[in-house]
């Protein structure tokens, strides 16, 4: 019976463990990705809800000038 037969330890060959590197790298990037399309799509809302007040706001100056 051979001792080491059955103990041998399978280390991942240096393909796999590049491609899974590379998968890794890519999930990473996507996630940043994700965060900063996220990021700037909340500072873009705020931007159009502050504009649509100050119309608003506009809105009811002029409404009020025309109904004295």
Known sequence: MDPGAG???ERPK???TAARLEKA????AQQ???QRQRAE???LNRVMTELEQQQFDSFCK?????GE
Do not use: F, N, T, W
Request: no cysteine; charged share 40%; proline share 5%.
């Open 7 to 9: 103990a041998r330890k």
């Open 14 to 16: 240096p393909r796999e």
């Open 25 to 28: 790298k890519q999930r990473s």
């Open 32 to 34: 940043e990705l994700k």
């Open 41 to 43: 799509i909340y500072a």
């Open 62 to 66: 002029q409404m009020q000038g025309s």
